[in-house]
Every structure is written in structure tokens, then in C-alpha cells.
Nanobody, 115 residues
Framework: QVQVVESGGGLVQPGGSLRLSCVASGTIFSMVDMGWYRQPPGKQRELVAR???????NYADSVKGRFTISRDNAKETVSLQMNSLKPEDTAVYYC?????????WGQGTQVTVSS
């Protein structure tokens, strides 16, 4: 059974930074594509950044140049470094593990950007 657990959310002022981490266990982590998603209040879940098992990365246009996704296969961890945060980045952030048609999701972590 794959388990995905996020950490690192919180309250930050505009222009600040946060780092989210996600641990995925119960699978061969190096074979899994990993992604960060977010769901703003009243809106649908959207892709933030995704990193494939081979290291290919794609970002949502809204976060390019501000967010960086990375993975450490030895630690079975994927991270999201978020810089220059804006109020519109406020959302619940979810980590997803993807292997073929199988998806596993974490419980989400709240990120609030406000002064």
C-alpha cells in the first residue's frame, strides 16, 4: 500500500518562502512520477509541478521561475521550494504519486500567503 505524507505548509507573508516535503513509501520510489498540486478555496485542484521518474520536470505557468521541484530517490522524498510567494498561491497543497494508472495522494497541507 502506497502512503504519501506531506509536510511544511504554514502562514507566510507575500514575498516569503516555504519548502514543502513529501515522503512516498510502500513503492519503488525511483519508478514513480511525483507531483505537487494545489486546490485554492472554491476552485478545482490544479497541477503545480511534476517530476518524472527520469527527472523530467514541468511547471504551471503561474509558478515558473518561483517554484522548484526536486526529488531524492534515496530518501523517497520530493520537495517543492516556493519563493516569492503571492496571496494567490494560497491553497491546500497535495503531493501525488503516479505509476501507470495508479495514483496515490497525501492528505494535503495548507499554505496561506497573507500579510
Amino acid at each position: 500500500q502506497v502512503q504519501v505524507v506531506e509536510s511544511g505548509g504554514g502562514l507566510v507573508q507575500p514575498g516569503g518562502s516555504l519548502r514543502l516535503s513529501c515522503v512516498a513509501s510502500g513503492t519503488i520510489f525511483s519508478m514513480v512520477d511525483m507531483g505537487w498540486y494545489r486546490q485554492p478555496p472554491g476552485k478545482q485542484r490544479e497541477l503545480v509541478a511534476r517530476i518524472s521518474k527520469s527527472g523530467d520536470i514541468n511547471y504551471a505557468d503561474s509558478v515558473k521561475g518561483r517554484f522548484t521541484i526536486s526529488r531524492d530517490n534515496a530518501k523517497e522524498t520530493v520537495s517543492l521550494q516556493m519563493n516569492s510567494l503571492k496571496p494567490e498561491d494560497t491553497a491546500v497543497y497535495y503531493c501525488g504519486a503516479h505509476l501507470g494508472k495508479f495514483d496515490a495522494w497525501g492528505q494535503g497541507t495548507q499554505v496561506t500567503v497573507s500579510s
